[in-house]
């Protein structure tokens, strides 16, 4: 009989620090032990005693078809027989080059990366590069991975250990990252009309999903646009998580705003680690060898990760791919918001294309990182464990969005209401 949750726990922590390889995977922030996942298929995983449960992480977002899509699957089959990684260009790396522009109008060209940290750390290297200014701004709450200059008020698990700015991280690289209020606007306006010229990029999540899912109010981001094309400031859109998302041109294709440069991972990779930066071919134009500003990567382009993610984009291309994922994930949200309600229980449910988030508060909107501080801790960690027990798997965090994919059918979705009719009656008694 295979070790319990807590003694598979246990013995994480012997050589791993806390026990994970990723803070927000130790239940931190909703308590017990972490579910030590098997196996998993369709919208389900499968712990080491083979209990499953319906997955809304996704592995935090790539698996837009679902766990072990039997084609992404097969696709790296075919790759990994001839081979791991070389080091040497593919023309794998071509085709995920081609496709990526193809389906991101912003993006003239892009490199590929490791990981979404990499993609982020290099995109404002290039903008420093390209402006030859060293400031730049950032959200409360949006997080773009752990690179020194972005651990200032980060969200995701820096948020859910209680912890905004990390340790370790230069006072000097502080100074030079300035952080303001996600969806104002006017504070945007203020900053950069009094230190523009210091300015060397604005990077922002377009819909946040590090504090929860916050989507951007009307006119922020268009207001983005304006003021970075007034003050000569490049505009940086994080779609690590977005990319692919919430419409098939990610949230810039969503929203109708082009960024200068782009970030992107998860999905383009189908659950493989990947990254990558594009955008205007000037800017991009200036990466070594074909310009001065240094990146290399022994994996970056990967065959193993290409191939996933090649297929993956392949997928999500068929017609009518995303109307149907929104609806469901409207579906959810429109359940469990309806089950909280009849409770009395308070709820906010927002969500932007396979995206969503519960927030546990009386506002009707949660629009920054000071709203999303505000929700009711204690009330998503009975909710996180009541449908823990029912089977149902979500973010071990009230600051991590929730992910529907292609395989969570109507019955998986209705199987998440009623548990959380349950849960929710459970909470109000």
């Given at each position: ?10 013995q994480?922590q ?65 790759a ?61 709450g ?98 690590v ?45 200036q ?39 929104t ?34 508060t ?38 991590e ?29």
């Amino acid at each position: 009989m295979p070790a319990n949750n807590h003694e598979l726990f246990e013995q994480a922590q012997k050589h791993i620090p806390g026990g994970v390889n990723s803070p927000v995977r130790a239940f931190g922030s909703v308590g017990g032990d972490p579910v030590f996942v098997k196996r998993a298929k369709g919208a389900r995983f499968y712990d080491e005693h083979d209990q499953d449960y319906i997955d809304y992480v996704g592995s935090w977002g790539p698996m837009i078809l679902g766990h072990a899509h039997p084609e992404v699957i097969e696709a790296v089959r075919e790759a990994a027989v001839n081979g791991l990684s070389f080091g040497a260009p593919t023309v794998a790396e071509t085709r995920m080059a081609d496709l990526l522009c193809e389906l991101v109008p912003s993006m003239d060209m892009v490199r590929l990366t490791s990981s979404g940290t990499e993609a982020t750390m290099s995109a404002i290297r290039l903008a420093r590069a390209h402006t030859g200014r060293d400031r730049i701004i950032k959200f409360q709450g949006n997080y773009h991975g752990h690179s020194d200059s972005l651990l200032v008020e980060a969200g995701s698990g820096a948020l859910t250990l209680g912890v905004p700015s990390s340790p370790g991280v230069p006072k000097a690289f502080a100074e030079l990252t300035t952080t303001l209020e996600y969806n104002n606007l006017e504070q945007v306006e203020a900053t950069l009309k009094d230190i523009g010229e210091q300015v060397a990029c604005i990077i922002v999540e377009p819909v946040v999903g590090n504090m929860n899912c916050i989507p951007p109010k009307p006119g922020f981001l268009e207001g983005l646009r304006k003021v970075c094309d007034q003050y000569g400031v490049i505009l940086i859109f994080d779609e690590v998580m977005t990319g692919f998302r919430v419409s098939l041109g990610g949230a810039q294709g969503y929203y109708g705003i082009t960024p200068d440069l782009t970030t992107l991972g998860k999905v383009i990779g189908g659950g493989m680690p990947v990254g990558a930066f594009g955008g205007k071919k000037e800017i991009m134009q200036q990466i070594a060898p074909a310009g001065p500003v240094y990146h290399a990567g022994t994996l970056s382009g990967n065959p193993i990760a290409m191939a996933a993610g090649i297929k993956t984009l392949e997928l999500i291309r068929t017609p009518g791919f995303y109307d149907v994922l929104t609806r469901r994930t409207q579906t959810l949200c429109d359940g469990i918001k309806a089950a909280a309600d009849k409770t009395g229980i308070p709820l906010t449910v927002q969500n932007a294309g396979g995206m969503f988030g519960l927030f546990f508060t009386d506002k009707d909107c949660v629009a920054n990182f000071n709203d999303a501080t505000a929700c009711d801790g204690d009330a998503f960690k009975r909710f996180f464990h009541g449908m823990l027990e029912q089977g149902i798997y979500f973010a071990p965090s009230a600051f991590e969005a929730g992910f529907v994919s292609m395989a969570h059918e109507e019955a998986d979705i209705q199987a998440t209401i009623d548990a959380a009719e349950k849960v929710f009656a459970q909470m109000a008694s």
